[in-house]
Structures are given as C-alpha cells and as structure tokens.
C-alpha cells in the first residue's frame, strides 16, 4: 500500500484544497502539502513489510512414483494460491508478488511527481489528466462522506483507490504471469516459478491494505468523536424511550454492540479476501482460457481480458467505497434534538 501526494494545493480553507482546472490558479496556491512525503514513505513501507512475510515454495516429492506410462497423466496447471519465493538477498525473502508491488508503487510516486513538477494555471496533458483524476475522486468521495471527513480521509482513500487500480491493471499486461521458470508440457512451456504476479493476487499485500485502514479507522473515530462517543456509538440506545421499554432497549442495544465488535474485528478479512479472491479468480481463468485449446492459446483469453479490466476497477471501487462507509458509519455526529419553538 501507498499514499500518493493527492492534496497538492492549499486553499482558502485551512484543511483541504482541491484542484479546480478552469479556474485560474495564483502562484502561492500551488505549493505541495508540507509533511506529506513523510506520510507517504511511512505507509509504503508498512505496507511492504507486512505483506513480506516468508513465503514457502511448494515442492514435488523427489520419492513419488511415476505413473505407468499406459495412464494418462493429467499435469497441474494454473497460478499457485500464494506468491512465490524467486529471491532472498540477505536472508530477506522475495516474492513475484512483492515485486509487482513495488514496481506499482514506484510507477505512481513518479508520475505523481512528474505530473506536478510544473505547475501550470492552464493545465494539460498529464498534469491536467491528475488534476482531473484527483478532483473527480475528491467530489466523488465528498458526495458519500460529506465535505467534514472528506477533508480528513482523502489521502488514504484516492490512494488506496489509485493503487488498487493500477495494481489490478498491471496484472494484465503480458508477461506477468507467463515469465519465469517453469518446464516443458505435452502441449506447451508450463511456468513454475513466475518472475512476476499481480500484487493483489497475495493475499498477504490485501491484509496489510486493511491492516493500515483498521489502525486509521480507529484513529479517525477517535478524533471524531472521542472514546466516549465512540463507545456511545456501539453500545449505547438510539432514539427517545422512557419507562420498562428504556430497560429492554439498553439490553438490546449493548447485545448489539457486542456484535458489531465481532463484526468490526472481521471486517480486515473480509476487505482482504474479497479483492484477493477475486483477482486470484480472474488470474486462474484466464490461464484456463489460454490453455483450453492448444492451438487457440493466444485467442480464446481475449474478451475475459476486457471483463478483467472492468473486475480491475470494479474491486478497486468496492474496497475504496467499503471503507469509506466504515468510516462515516462510526464518524458521524449524532444531530442534537432541535429547541423547541416558542
């Protein structure tokens, strides 16, 4: 995971800005947001030490017998269900996965960078296709949290959205997947051992993703509305009651903040396993359509290559937007009763 420097300009606001790309822009407004690198290298390496835990390659036993050579032998295909090992420079494991990770990662601080080098009042080319991409998410964002949270919150969700995004999409690019090391089949080269695979097909780098959004939830609620409120928000009775039915209320409503932590606390799991589930699905159907009909290896994947583009975007939109409901779910003030008229 990382964080792209997405609130690029101060605005007459205190806490926000937001790029407006036809409007005129004065020069002492276009300054980066001080600090912001130091968020972004804290949160690329904490995701990358996570998802860097040893990883084990399978091996076939030496001692297996080999069919009779009358049987049929159907050999296994398809993407391993965990990253592989290629490397372990100083007792540091490597995986093909880590290293998609980080050629993304890398890729999107650059073009940041390059994007918004030189800054110009009139933008175009790449600065003006991030202006557009960081004001579109931003209204986006602003429409389901509110302009409050938003203002707070932005960073992480436009960078977990940018990353998922692009992570999803280099997955598909040719030669991930179909480089490394492997042997010959009975119809073709079988990869073993890929040199790279898509980032979010581990489910190690998906954990540490909603790892960083459980500790920042957390973190968000808490200066929101306080330990006290935040506990008011779980356990305590909604709405107004009086009498015996206040008493079975209460009851109710702390049985049912004893739920909603249990659902809290598998909520890191479910965000993981659903994007890494489904990339991890889409990688194994592809390799199936490219190995269905030998000689129609390079034709049939096509058209399941433009549904992977859409599952790309799609699951970066469910995870942004998962989170981003978690957050307002628990952020939101409670509206104080209006004063009555006189």
Same mark, same amino acid.
């Given at each position: 995971?990382? #964080?792209?420097?997405?609130?690029?300009? +101060?605005?007459?606001?205190?806490?926000?800005?937001? *790029? %407006? +790309?036809?409007?005129?822009? @004065?020069?002492e407004?276009?300054?980066?947001?001080?600090?912001?690198?130091?968020k972004?290298?804290?949160?690329?390496?904490?995701?990358?030490?996570?998802?860097?835990?040893?990883?084990h $390659?399978?091996?076939?036993?030496?001692?297996?017998?080999?069919?009779?050579?009358?049987?049929?032998?159907?050999?296994?295909?398809?993407?391993?269900?965990? $990253?592989?090992?290629?490397?372990?420079?100083?007792?540091?494991?490597i995986?093909?996965?880590?290293?998609?990770?980080?050629?993304?990662?890398?890729?999107? *601080? /650059?073009?940041?960078?390059?994007?918004?080098?030189?800054?110009? /009042?009139?933008p175009?080319?790449?600065?003006?296709?991030?202006?557009?991409?960081?004001?579109?998410?931003?209204?986006?964002?602003?429409g389901?949290?509110?302009s409050h949270?938003v203002?707070?919150?932005?960073?992480?969700?436009?960078?977990?959205?940018?990353?998922?995004?692009?992570? !999803?999409?280099?997955?598909?690019?040719?030669?991930?997947?179909?480089?490394?090391?492997g042997h010959?089949?009975?119809?073709?080269?079988?990869?073993?051992?890929?040199?790279?695979?898509?980032? !979010?097909?581990?489910?190690?780098?998906?954990?540490?993703?909603a790892?960083?959004?459980?500790?920042?939830?957390?973190?968000?609620?808490?200066?929101?509305v306080?330990?006290?409120?935040?506990?008011?928000?779980?356990f305590?009775?909604?709405?107004?009651?009086?009498?015996?039915?206040?008493?079975?209320?209460?009851?109710?409503?702390?049985?049912?903040?004893?739920?909603?932590?249990? @659902?809290?606390?598998?909520?890191?799991v +479910?965000?993981s396993?659903?994007?890494?589930?489904n990339?991890?699905a889409?990688?194994?159907?592809?390799?199936?359509?490219?190995?269905?009909?030998?000689?129609?290896g390079?034709?049939?994947?096509?058209?399941?290559?433009?549904l992977?583009?859409?599952v790309?975007?799609? %699951?970066? /939109?469910?995870?942004m937007?998962? #989170? $981003?409901?978690?957050?307002? /779910?628990?952020?939101?003030?409670?509206?104080?009763?209006?004063?009555? %008229?006189?």
């Amino acid at each position: 995971m990382l #964080t792209i420097p997405l609130k690029l300009f +101060s605005a007459p606001e205190a806490s926000s800005v937001l *790029i %407006q +790309s036809t409007a005129p822009l @004065s020069c002492e407004r276009a300054s980066i947001c001080p600090g912001f690198r130091t968020k972004l290298i804290a949160l690329l390496f904490a995701a990358v030490f996570i998802c860097s835990a040893p990883h084990h $390659a399978l091996a076939m036993n030496a001692g297996q017998t080999a069919p009779a050579p009358s049987t049929p032998h159907l050999e296994e295909q398809g993407p391993s269900p965990k $990253a592989v090992e290629i490397a372990r420079p100083f007792g540091f494991p490597i995986t093909n996965s880590m290293v998609a990770c980080w050629i993304v990662a890398v890729g999107l *601080i /650059l073009f940041a960078q390059v994007a918004t080098r030189h800054m110009n /009042l009139m933008p175009s080319g790449i600065q003006n296709f991030w202006e557009w991409l960081v004001e579109g998410l931003y209204t986006f964002l602003e429409g389901i949290i509110g302009s409050h949270l938003v203002k707070r919150t932005f960073w992480f969700f436009a960078s977990v959205f940018i990353f998922i995004l692009t992570a !999803n999409w280099l997955g598909l690019v040719p030669g991930v997947g179909t480089i490394g090391w492997g042997h010959r089949g009975s119809y073709s080269f079988i990869i073993d051992h890929p040199l790279f695979r898509g980032a !979010n097909a581990d489910v190690n780098l998906t954990f540490a993703m909603a790892l960083i959004f459980f500790a920042c939830w957390i973190i968000w609620a808490l200066q929101e509305v306080g330990p006290l409120g935040f506990l008011k928000e779980l356990f305590a009775p909604k709405g107004d009651t009086g009498g015996p039915m206040k008493i079975v209320m209460v009851i109710v409503f702390f049985a049912s903040g004893c739920l909603e932590i249990i @659902s809290i606390l598998f909520r890191p799991v +479910s965000l993981s396993f659903r994007l890494y589930g489904n990339v991890f699905a889409g990688e194994n159907m592809l390799e199936t359509m490219s190995t269905l009909v030998p000689r129609l290896g390079w034709l049939l994947p096509i058209p399941f290559y433009f549904l992977e583009l859409l599952v790309g975007l799609v %699951q970066a /939109l469910v995870f942004m937007l998962l #989170t $981003a409901v978690f957050t307002l /779910l628990i952020c939101q003030h409670e509206e104080e009763p209006a004063a009555a %008229q006189g």
